[in-house]
């Protein structure tokens, strides 16, 4: 391909890509397709001669398109959203024509720079104190990765990745049920196990926040046993209901045991650009890390992982490598972000965020978010004064709900719905009981498609047996 043929094909991807999203209304919400039929159709070797973009593009539109779950649909109601705002992708599409590896300031001065000042936007957005420093990471998961490693090396006087941790006391992370299953991952990545992993029952209220009498005693019960305490993970709107800790009351444990405090707000920190919401995580400002994902519900495009260190030498005391072949020779100290993350490699990720955040204003944003949990809150009280259990309240857009009938008649109102195309839900279980899950936070979404929601929930379960 010359750059000639590359510009055609791009102003027609383009076109192609803003017609798909006009038209996204008119789609399934969820893939149709079974098991095995995309492959089926793929050649089983790959092709020894070059083939024109033509068919290349075809076989995109009749292979690949019924074979995708559209995320970026506005009656996607599942999980977490995953959105993609228009600048962001025009911003994207530069990082993809650029291309460069920004794991030094001086391999793109200018990436670097922007991510430290969008963070800092981000920071005064939520309502950070100003001694948090952000780096971008890819998801949340590898922010609390790169958490849990310095929970570790600190509790372990920084002898981790020296001496490895066979044969020493265990380091002890403790969280909430209520937390992502990332935590776990991360647990398992750092080599200190999943029995070291302790989840603490949470209250029985509506936002089932850890009980922190129950963390104490298992500190103290852990320290006489030989264990070393290491950090505690908050959860800020988990993704099962929405649970929240109480942050304060964590933060207060952490400060009396010298633990490391981390705050996982992967989708309900977005919210925080609205001071209202804020009291979800009072008392975040004395967490030691924080993490959210603008590529969540602020419409950044994926991959864009906000992570807030107040220490951020402890982080690059945990994290940093420097060879000879990468170290910067500049006349003043620089930022190489690549001593703040796990990966070397690094994406031109401030860019989206910097056409996002100038396109709509954090008010375009906030207007956004208020209006999802306004119509989120409509779609449960419908279901409500329909004769449907509340499993649990709203916190934010989401909240769980049941319809009469055992587990699998739950179930199978999920799949139906699902079946039908013109929504998506996801299920989880609540005290061992199905329900189902509704979360509004698509971008394109209206009042329309929360009215549409409501109504395809009652067509459907009416029609079940």
């Not at 559209?70 to 705002?85: E, I, L, M, V």
């Not at 955040?357 to 999802?372: E, K, Q, S, T, V």
């Not at 009042?447 to 459907?460: F, G, M, N």
Request: proline share 5%; with cysteine; net charge negative.
């Amino acid at each position: 391909m010359d750059w000639d043929e590359f510009s055609k094909w791009g102003k027609q991807i383009a076109d192609w890509g803003a017609d798909y999203h006009k038209t996204l209304r008119d789609r399934p919400v969820r893939a149709q397709t079974k098991p095995g039929e995309i492959a089926a159709q793929l050649p089983e070797a790959p092709p020894e001669a070059p083939e024109a973009m033509d068919a290349i593009m075809a076989d995109f539109e009749r292979v690949v398109m019924p074979g995708l779950t559209h995320w970026q649909h506005p009656r996607f109601f599942a999980y977490f959203p995953a959105n993609a705002a228009p600048p962001s992708m025009l911003a994207e599409m530069l990082v993809t024509v650029l291309a460069p590896q920004c794991m030094l300031w001086q391999t793109s001065p200018a990436a670097t720079e922007m991510e430290q000042r969008m963070l800092d936007w981000l920071r005064q957005a939520i309502g950070l104190p100003a001694d948090f420093s952000g780096v971008i990471q890819d998801s949340a998961s590898s922010a609390t990765l790169a958490a849990v490693l310095v929970m570790r090396e600190r509790a372990l006087d920084w002898q981790g990745n020296t001496r490895g941790l066979a044969g020493g006391a265990a380091p002890r992370v403790y969280c909430s049920g209520q937390v992502h299953t990332s935590i776990d991952r991360a647990i398992w990545v750092s080599g200190i196990g999943q029995e070291n992993l302790v989840k603490i029952a949470s209250l029985d209220a509506p936002r089932r926040p850890l009980d922190v009498d129950a963390l104490r005693a298992q500190i103290m019960a852990d320290r006489a046993a030989g264990h070393i305490p290491a950090g505690i993970i908050g959860a800020t709107g988990g993704t099962s209901i929405g649970g929240c800790d109480d942050i304060a009351a964590l933060a207060e444990v952490a400060a009396e045991e010298g633990l490391y405090l981390h705050v996982d707000a992967a989708w309900a920190g977005a919210a925080m650009i609205c001071p209202e919401y804020r009291d979800l995580w009072a008392g975040v400002e004395r967490a030691d890390s924080v993490v959210f994902n603008p590529h969540k519900w602020l419409g950044a495009q994926f991959d864009c992982s906000a992570h807030f260190i107040r220490d951020p030498d402890a982080l690059r005391q945990t994290l940093a490598i420097r060879p000879e072949y990468l170290k910067t020779h500049a006349q003043q100290e620089v930022t190489d972000f690549s001593e703040w993350s796990v990966p070397l490699g690094r994406r031109f990720r401030a860019l989206k965020l910097w056409f996002l955040i100038r396109a709509y204003g954090l008010d375009g944003l906030r207007a956004m978010i208020r209006n999802h949990v306004a119509w989120s809150g409509q779609v449960c009280e419908g279901l409500r004064a329909a004769g449907f259990e509340i499993v649990s309240e709203p916190v934010l857009s989401l909240f769980s709900f049941r319809t009469s009938g055992d587990d699998a008649r739950n179930l199978a109102l999920v799949e139906a719905i699902n079946a039908d195309g013109r929504i998506y839900l996801t299920q989880t279980l609540v005290d061992g009981r199905t329900a189902i899950r509704f979360q509004a936070g698509a971008f394109g979404m209206t009042e329309a498609d929360a009215a549409i929601a409501l109504d395809v929930i009652q067509e459907i379960n009416r029609s079940l047996p």
